[in-house]
């Protein structure tokens, strides 16, 4: 497939970069203009927590019954087994079954 | 391991062997991040990107999810409306990136500036996770992240490759799940975490938040919405011991 030159979609991919290399970037820099105090202290160290949870609960929720399925077993697998690898296949493995079955 | 992570201490040690670690712990993401060049290859392909395109925008953007957004929506004939647009994408998809750099402040501070915003650069989501457990386990090394970060980067650049020729097998990338795929990653992390700290609150505050913003508003506020919600919560209600 020879598509011709277009600059602009070097320039679209530029600024995709640039957004996201700035969005990874400012975090941490506006944390370390502040003083830590301790109760700043206390959000920043359950930051990664809440985080984990505002991705987790959502996507598991709108991805239908292999969500609802599908990202509780991976919790159990992971207590079971502590493999991550082994715990991403079963999610993967049961949300494919799942929806394999019209769910 | 078995320095205290809260300890705060003027410098914080940054070797080659932690870099190895950091890399080997994300081993069980290799699989999923080639899956998932697969099907950001596919939109790719489909939409006319060249091959350089392609690897151009794995090695720069580095982030799966934001990438299949803006792809769904790559113009054919461009104008600056367009890039504003997908840059937008971008944004809107990678606001988390905001707050998981933050989350790394209280740790990474000590190290050198001219060392971490090169590694934030390419910091990952299933990189960021790695090296937040390792924290919570009682890990301070900077190499890790480093490690963690690099190793990742160049793995998803790798994934461009089989993905854009061969992605058309995987056409449609929730037949096999693959849109929780991020959910399943971040479980697998969280799980040994939550067991360990056996602190609820942020996760239970997070979680509730976003669930009900991502029933409100469409588009990715639902991450920041949650993740604030649950870091104040903590704040308020103060320590737990």
Same mark, same amino acid.
């Given at each position: 497939m020879s598509m011709p030159f277009e600059p602009f979609s070097y320039i679209g991919i530029l600024?995709?970069?640039?957004?996201?290399?700035?969005?990874?970037?400012?975090?941490?820099?506006i944390v370390g203009r502040f003083p830590l105090t301790p109760r700043f202290r206390r959000a920043l160290?359950?930051?990664?927590?809440?985080?984990?949870?505002?991705?987790?609960?959502?996507?598991?929720v709108k991805g239908g019954p292999a969500g609802w399925i599908a990202t509780p077993i991976v919790a159990v697998a992971m207590l079971l087994t502590g493999k991550e690898a082994i715990a991403l296949l079963v999610g993967v493995a049961v949300a494919t079954i799942v929806r394999a079955n019209g769910l | 391991m078995s320095t205290n992570?809260? !300890?705060?201490?003027?410098?914080?040690?940054?070797?080659?062997?932690?870099?190895?670690?950091?890399?080997?712990?994300?081993?069980?993401?290799?699989?999923?991040?080639f899956i998932m060049g697969a099907a950001v290859g596919t939109f790719a392909a489909q939409k006319g990107l060249t091959l350089a395109e392609a690897v151009i925008m794995n090695a720069l953007v580095c982030a799966a999810a934001a990438q299949m957004v803006a792809l769904q929506m790559w113009p054919g004939e461009w104008n600056w409306l367009h890039v504003l647009a997908v840059a937008g994408v971008a944004f809107m998809v990678n606001m988390r990136f905001v707050l998981s750099g933050a989350s790394l402040r209280p740790w990474l501070a000590p190290a050198p500036a001219g060392f971490v915003y090169p590694v934030l650069g390419v910091l990952t989501d299933q990189a960021w996770a790695a090296s937040i457990?390792?924290?919570a386990e009682g890990g301070r090394d900077f190499g890790f992240v480093a490690g963690a970060s690099i190793f990742l980067?160049?793995?998803?650049?790798?994934?461009?490759l089989p993905g854009?020729?061969?992605?058309?097998?995987?056409? @449609?990338?929730?037949?096999?799940?693959?849109?929780?795929?991020?959910?399943?990653?971040?479980?697998?992390?969280?799980t040994p975490i939550l067991?360990?700290?056996? @602190?609820? !609150?942020?996760?239970?505050?997070?979680?509730?938040?976003?669930?009900?913003?991502?029933?409100?508003? @469409?588009g990715f506020w639902f991450i920041p919405a949650g993740a604030v919600a649950g870091a104040l919560a903590a704040a308020i209600v103060g320590p737990r011991r």
């Open positions: 600024a995709m970069a640039l957004v996201t290399v700035c969005l990874r970037m400012t975090g941490y820099w160290e359950a930051l990664p927590l809440a985080l984990f949870a505002a991705t987790i609960i959502p996507l598991a | 992570p809260r !300890l705060r201490t003027a410098h914080i040690p940054i070797t080659a062997r932690a870099a190895r670690e950091g890399a080997r712990m994300c081993l069980p993401y290799v699989p999923g991040f457990r390792y924290n980067w160049l793995v998803w650049i790798a994934a461009s854009y020729f061969i992605g058309a097998l995987i056409a @449609d990338p929730r037949v096999y799940g693959l849109d929780l795929l991020i959910a399943f990653t971040f479980m697998a992390t969280l067991r360990r700290s056996r @602190d609820y !609150l942020p996760f239970v505050v997070g979680g509730a938040v976003a669930l009900a913003v991502s029933l409100v508003l @469409d």
